[in-house]
């Protein structure tokens, strides 16, 4: 109850312009999830930005518009939430950091996707924004296992769930099975898992 309670003050905080300050000992890990999700959410809204351009199918043009869409308001939170919560400003990851990060493509893969001939192309993306979305998942769950701000840990849900709900939709799931792997998504990362786990 008490947590319910603090997070509704901060929302209220936060309605005024007002953000509590951040609630944890460890900068370190909070900081480098806001920074790499962030810069997992750039190449995200790239890519979506592609397809509300390029995708053949008018359901997969209307759901990368909303990824482009949710993607960017979340990372528009987590820029606001540094700002607020460290004094210090937001480093640009690194080589490294990139090539570590899961889920995140490389310059052959952004290449192929612009270069790929029309009927190529909603295969494609489906493919590769799947494995983007995978390792948005996983940078979430990873978060979700410590004891981060609540309010980034919220943040870190919610990407979860909408990631794996949008990799259902890709592939074409809805109606009942889409609302029983969304029920499944709440509580655990699904899409990550091997069969039979």
Same mark, same amino acid.
């Given at each position: 109850?008490?947590?319910?309670?603090?997070?509704?003050?901060?929302?209220?905080?936060?309605?005024?312009?007002?953000?509590?300050?951040?609630?944890? *000992?460890?900068?370190?890990?909070?900081?480098?999830?806001?920074?790499?999700?962030?810069?997992?959410?750039?190449?995200?809204?790239?890519?979506?930005?592609?397809?509300?351009?390029?995708?053949?199918?008018?359901?997969?043009? $209307?759901?990368?518009?909303?990824?482009?869409?949710?993607?960017?308001?979340?990372?528009?939170?987590?820029?606001?939430?540094?700002?607020?919560?460290?004094?210090?400003?937001?480093?640009?990851?690194?080589?490294?950091?990139? $090539?570590?990060?899961?889920?995140?493509?490389?310059?052959?893969?952004?290449?192929?996707?612009?270069?790929?001939? $029309?009927?190529?192309?909603?295969?494609?993306?489906?493919?590769?924004?799947?494995?983007?979305?995978?390792?948005?998942?996983?940078?979430?769950?990873?978060?979700?296992?410590?004891?981060?701000?609540?309010?980034?840990?919220?943040?870190?849900?919610?990407?979860?769930?909408? *990631?794996?709900?949008?990799?259902?939709?890709?592939?074409?799931?809805?109606?009942?099975?889409?609302?029983?792997?969304?029920?499944?998504?709440?509580?655990?990362?699904?899409?990550?898992?091997?069969?039979?786990?």
């Amino acid at each position: 109850m008490g947590g319910i309670l603090m997070l509704g003050a901060a929302a209220q905080f936060a309605a005024y312009g007002h953000e509590l300050p951040w609630a944890r *000992q460890d900068r370190s890990v909070d900081q480098g999830f806001i920074r790499h999700m962030s810069t997992h959410h750039e190449q995200g809204i790239l890519l979506a930005s592609m397809a509300a351009e390029r995708a053949g199918d008018p359901h997969l043009r $209307a759901l990368s518009k909303l990824m482009a869409a949710s993607q960017g308001g979340e990372t528009r939170i987590l820029a606001h939430w540094w700002t607020s919560w460290f004094d210090e400003p937001m480093q640009t990851c690194s080589a490294q950091e990139r $090539a570590a990060m899961p889920g995140l493509l490389d310059a052959a893969d952004l290449a192929k996707l612009q270069s790929i001939e $029309a009927s190529s192309f909603d295969g494609l993306f489906v493919d590769l924004m799947t494995r983007h979305h995978k390792g948005a998942v996983a940078m979430a769950d990873a978060l979700l296992r410590g004891q981060s701000d609540p309010r980034l840990m919220i943040m870190a849900h919610a990407i979860r769930h909408a *990631q794996q709900g949008e990799i259902a939709l890709m592939h074409g799931i809805h109606g009942v099975p889409a609302v029983s792997l969304a029920i499944q998504h709440m509580f655990a990362d699904r899409v990550n898992r091997s069969p039979g786990d």
